[in-house]
Nanobody
Framework: VQLQASGGGLVQAGGSLRLSCAASGRTFSSYAVGWFRQAPGKERELVAGISWGGGSTYYADSVKGRFTVYRDNAKNTVYLQMGSLKPEDTAVYYC?????????????????WGQGTQVTVSS
């Protein structure tokens, strides 16, 4: 599975952005997907995850109620809708797919990574 994240940019605090993670491969619908972010000097953190069918999701406490992850398997794409953005959301955002049989809660289970997309939130 090859992944490509897009949709990042510069936005003012309180604004919104939608990130997209487009995947190649006909079996993309079999993979759980996570969105991670990494700010300068900080560890990469999982912010949201979604099961292969979209019926189960996870959000980090820091984004709960502001971010929504969803997927369109017909388009081989997973989205991260980000709202009420804060300066502390500034980071490079990555999407990744979980190895079959793995869990989107466990970073070690992610076997396929896309390149990052920069999100910058100005105050």
């Amino acid at each position: 599975v090859q992944l490509q994240a897009s949709g990042g940019g510069l936005v003012q605090a309180g604004g919104s952005l939608r990130l997209s993670c487009a995947a190649s491969g006909r079996t993309f619908s079999s993979y759980a997907v996570g969105w991670f972010r990494q700010a300068p000097g900080k560890e990469r953190e999982l912010v949201a995850g979604i099961s292969w069918g979209g019926g189960s999701t996870y959000y980090a406490d820091s984004v709960k109620g502001r971010f929504t992850v969803y997927r369109d398997n017909a388009k081989n794409t997973v989205y991260l809708q980000m709202g009420s953005l804060k300066p502390e959301d500034t980071a490079v955002y990555y999407c990744a797919a979980v190895r079959l049989g793995g869990s989107y809660y466990d970073i070690s289970d992610y076997g396929y990574w896309g390149q990052g997309t920069q999100v910058t939130v100005s105050s």
